[in-house]
């Protein structure tokens, strides 16, 4: 069981801290409004982490590819993506300054994290996979407990995950100058951008 813990906390860390969509978004709200919205932006994306792993485990990553739902939800992702991409640009272009920004722009980061990750397709080929690995790590078809235990491990790494990137930004978005703002946000912008290419081109 420890085995299998220590293997999904492993996971999670990877998964989380590896550079993409909710990252990219994390910077850019966390550079314009400080540790909170970099939070919830992270906790958000555990919404989507969690159903996602629970789809993965469960073996229901195989209904999930099906054509009639795999092309409309990377459609809506691609298109979020993009969204959030030209968002991203504006702000390089106009830097933002925070007493400028409307006052219920930082509470639905929450939100923006949750619909970022529950529309990513990419999460039904990587849980899938993940699904495959319980089983190679217990050279069996995985138990409930054994699959909570997993469940269990990449969760914990995931919320630790989401206090370490906040703090991380926090403290960036603290000491940066206006340029490396501007930089930071088109670089967000750019790379949410071509995720939403990336996403499109799959269809």
């Known amino acids: 069981m420890l085995m299998i813990f ?9 998964f989380c801290l590896s550079p993409g969509a909710v990252l990219a978004e994390t910077l850019r709200r966390g550079l314009l409004h400080g540790f909170t919205p970099a939070l919830l932006v992270q ?3 555990l919404v989507g982490d969690a159903t996602w792993a629970v789809i993965g485990l469960t073996g229901m990553a195989l209904l ?16 979020y993506l993009a969204w959030l991409g030209v968002r991203s640009l504006l702000d390089a272009w106009r830097l933002p300054q925070p007493d400028n ?3 219920g722009s930082g509470r639905n980061a929450l939100m923006v994290g949750a619909a970022i990750s ?14 495959s690995a319980l089983s190679g790590i217990v050279g069996a078809t995985p138990s409930h407990g054994q699959t909570l235990m997993f469940f269990a491990g990449f969760m914990l790494a995931s919320i630790l995950s989401c206090f370490l990137v906040a703090a991380l930004v926090n403290v960036l978005g603290k000491n940066a100058s ?8 088109g ?5 949410l951008i071509y995720l ?4 499109a081109g799959s269809l």
């Open 6 to 14: 220590f293997s999904a906390v492993v996971f999670g860390f990877v």
């Open 43 to 45: 906790v958000g994306s």
């Open 64 to 79: 999930i590819q099906h054509e009639a739902i795999r092309v409309p939800l990377t459609a809506v992702c691609a298109l």
């Open 101 to 103: 920004v409307p006052v």
């Open 118 to 131: 529950l529309a990513n397709p990419k999460n039904i080929v990587y849980w899938g996979a993940l699904g």
């Open 178 to 185: 206006a340029t490396w703002q501007r930089i930071s946000y």
């Open 187 to 191: 670089t967000c912008g750019a790379v």
């Open 196 to 199: 939403a290419f990336l996403a």
